[in-house]
């Protein structure tokens, strides 16, 4: 019989890094323009971004995914899904 020795480290799922998106990938998800999200940002009603450099910043795609499925949704009709 042969046991095999792992560390503690090696036994615990990685995480996942987070997905970050730059402001055209918010733009895509959300389908608002610029000045609508910093609009938002501004009014603390959409996720704040992080700074990934001296002078750029990015979004967490997992917090842009949820402000977006916080937001009501029309049915085909033009009404709000139930």
Same mark, same amino acid.
């Given at each position: 019989m042969h046991l095999v020795y792992s560390r503690p480290e090696e036994q615990q799922p990685k995480a996942e890094p987070a997905s970050l998106l730059r402001l055209g990938g918010v733009e895509a998800r959300t389908g608002l323009k610029k000045s609508t999200i910093y609009r938002l940002m501004r009014e603390r009603a959409f996720p704040q971004p992080v700074l990934v450099g001296t002078r750029s910043v990015a979004w967490l795609a997992s917090e842009v995914d949820a402000w977006c499925a916080s =937001?009501? =949704?029309?049915? *085909?009709? +033009? +009404?709000? *899904?139930a």
């Open positions: =937001r009501p =949704r029309r049915n *085909a009709e +033009g +009404g709000h *899904a």
